[in-house]
């Protein structure tokens, strides 16, 4: 794991401690639930929304949060300051096993899609899966690597997950969107996990009078929309050009519009956190 971690400095519990501890301190068995946080300029990316979703997948893992969230955010800035890391991603885990209770965060190595992916857009494929418990974000190991061996095989971005119905949900590490008629179109928030970049992005759309619509996509409809797209932490908004042999529109005026109105929420909140 420690391969894994970027910064001399990780969190354990209510501590900041040295990251060559990590293998010693951390829990590697049991339930695990996990957020990855962007950091732009210092400043932990839309936290407050981030730590709500964390608290929300406790109660739904029946898992006891052993921080006020208030608590959690002062140990988290002081993690992203004592790291002197501006630019980044760290990963906040609520681990539980044999009846004890683990809070640990770390930063770790990061990839951010290329200014290339942005401008033509990336393939995806679709998945059969379907999470057992899809609104709480928890680790199951043995999905995400069938997933990683599915993308690495295809030599594609992502893998979107298709269910039982043939409805396409969501992406194994993102949110899925389609545009028609410039409206946006996304699987109901119960059928899949929600990122925070998706909660976000729809705010937008309420506060700009962009209509959307939370619906389920069967994967033979994919055909009758103009340009598809993901969410997500990393990639934030990332237009995509091809889902299997369908191919879709990366430079659409909505699409392009919807990413500024993103990147416009990041500078917002970074300079409300100054």
């Not at 339930?31 to 739904?60: M, N, P």
């Not at 976000?200 to 069967?218: A, G, P, T, W």
Request: hydrophobic fraction near 40%.
């Amino acid at each position: 794991m420690n391969n894994q971690i970027r910064g001399e400095y990780i969190l354990v519990n209510h501590e900041l401690t040295l990251s060559s501890s990590f293998d010693q301190l951390v829990f590697t068995e049991g339930t695990r639930i996990y957020e990855v946080i962007r950091v732009i300029q210092g400043v932990c990316l839309f936290l407050e929304d981030h730590l709500e979703r964390l608290s929300q997948s406790a109660k739904l893992a029946y898992i006891y949060l052993p921080v006020s969230v208030e608590e959690l955010r002062n140990r988290l800035a002081g993690l992203v300051v004592i790291n002197k890391i501006t630019e980044g991603n760290f990963r906040l885990e609520l681990l539980t096993c044999e009846n004890k209770t683990q809070l640990a965060a770390w930063f770790i190595q990061h990839e951010y899609p290329t200014e290339d992916d942005y401008s033509r857009g990336v393939r995806l494929s679709l998945f059969k899966a379907e999470r057992s418990n899809p609104n709480a974000k928890i680790v199951h190991a043995n999905l995400r690597e069938q997933i990683n061996q599915f993308i690495a095989e295809k030599n594609i971005y992502e893998a979107l997950l298709v269910n039982n119905e043939k409805n396409v949900t969501e992406g194994s590490r993102s949110n899925f969107f389609l545009i028609r008629n410039n409206e946006l179109f996304t699987a109901p928030t119960h059928e899949i996990l929600e990122g925070i970049t998706r909660k976000v992005l729809l705010r937008i759309c309420s506060q700009n009078q962009i209509l959307f619509h939370e619906k389920s996509i069967n994967a033979d409809e994919l055909q009758q929309f103009e340009a598809a797209f993901i969410t997500g932490t990393s990639p934030k908004i990332l237009p995509v050009c091809s889902i299997d042999k369908l191919n879709f529109s990366p430079q659409h005026p909505m699409l392009h519009h919807l990413m500024q109105l993103y990147n416009n929420a990041i500078n917002k909140y970074i300079k409300s956190q100054s």
